[in-house]
Structure formats: C-alpha cells, structure tokens
C-alpha cells in the first residue's frame, strides 16, 4: 500500500464549477500535512497547509480528518489557471522527509 | 520563503557518464533534500544533505551512485553516477521553511542517451 494515494484523475471540469479532490495516508504518526501545486514542467510549490481544524484560502479549502487519516482540498469557482497537478503531501516532522502522493491532474475548460 | 538557484536546468548525457547538479539557497538552511521525478510520476526522497556529515540515503539510493555534498549551509550537490537510460529524470532540492512547507529548485530535467 503506499503511503500516500490519491486519484490521478483527470478531473476535467468547467470554469466555475467547484472540485474536490481526497487523499489518505497510511502512517498514523504523520504530523504535517500540505497541498502543493505543479504546473507542467515545472517545480511543485505550496498551495497551502492543512490543519485539523480546517483551513481556507481564497477559493481554497483544506481539511484534515486524523481519525480517518484523509486529507481533502475543496477549490470553488475553478479558473482555467487552476488548471495543474495537486500534490498530497504528508511530512513526519521527526525526519522532516516529505511523502507525496501521485498527484491528481487538474483540468478547467472554457 | 527561501529562494533556490538549481543548475543545470537540463542536460543530455551519454551513458556512463557522470552529472552534478548544484543547488544554491539564498540562506543558511539545516537539511537540503534530493528528489527525483521520474516521467508522469511523483517526487521521490533520494537522500537528506546533512551539513558536517554523510547524507542520508532512502532505500533504493546508494551514496556510489547519488554521491551528495554538503559543504556549507548554503549549498549542495548531487552527482549522478555511470548514468544509464533509467536515470533519465527530473532531479530536484528542497529546504525546510520553518513549519510551512518545503521550496524547490526548479529542477534539472536529466535524459541520458
């Protein structure tokens, strides 16, 4: 099992429209948990973090359930830039190693 | 946030061969981490750059062929040893800010021939 899954998708949906992408992870003792973006080609950045209590930015909303160990991304009002790879990241902050997910692939359309 | 200069942006290398990558940080960082990108696939820790000390190596990844070096707290390396096709990958650094994630360089996107 890996540590880290996610849907690969393509998620292919309209601008405007509201996606939700998940993620689990299958080691209990993870202590920090974060959302990056990658646009093709390029290197992953940040997008945000996620807290237990919930997280929002702008469009963007990051949730954590421990009990569960899944971790969600909610994005409204999708823009064609939004359009990217979003990468489930998990950090053991014992070693401060990043554990990523395969990426789900993000597609807005006219 | 800390900015990262990682040269080369890309190469194309005969098999065999050997390439250094360099990362340069715009300040004094604890750990440096090497990944690596292979095509359509996640990032994958190949080893943590520890300043004053041998690198840490993931399973899988063995020091003879990533060699790493950690001079100062600015900078690394990583070589890339007799490369075969299977090296051919993006190879990226990264350093810890604080609680908020990691940066990366740009990458350096290898193809060996």
């Known amino acids: 099992r890996k540590e880290v899954e996610q849907d690969p998708g393509p998620f292919n949906v309209p601008e405007g429209a509201t996606v939700a992408f998940n993620c689990t992870y299958s080691n209990s003792a993870s202590q920090s948990f974060f959302w990056y973006r990658q646009d093709c080609r390029k290197e992953p950045k940040l997008l945000m973090s996620?807290?237990?209590s919930g997280n929002e930015d702008g469009r963007f909303t990051a949730q954590l359930n421990r009990a569960s160990q899944y971790i969600s991304l909610l994005i409204r009002d999708s823009k064609l830039s939004d359009s990217a790879t979003y990468l489930c990241v998990v950090n053991m902050r014992s070693t401060d190693k990043l554990i990523f997910g395969t990426g789900t692939r993000l597609q807005v359309f006219p | 946030s800390a900015v990262i200069s990682q040269k080369p942006s890309r190469d194309i290398c005969q098999r065999g061969t050997s390439l250094t990558i360099q990362c340069q940080v715009d300040?004094?960082?604890?750990?440096m981490f090497w990944y690596r990108q292979q095509p359509g696939q996640s990032l994958t820790l190949i080893a943590t750059?520890?300043?004053?000390?041998?690198?840490?190596?993931e399973s899988g990844f063995v020091i003879d062929k990533f060699p790493i070096s950690r001079p100062n707290l600015t900078f690394s390396t990583l070589t890339v040893s007799n490369m075969s096709p299977e090296d051919s990958s993006i190879y990226l650094c990264?350093?810890?800010?604080?609680?908020?994630?990691?940066?990366f360089g740009s990458g350096t996107r290898l193809t060996v021939v």
């Open positions: 990264s350093v810890v800010i604080g609680v908020g994630g990691d940066t």
């Open positions: 996620v807290y237990s």
């Open positions: 750059a520890n300043q004053g000390s041998e690198a840490t190596y």
């Open positions: 300040s004094q960082v604890t750990m």
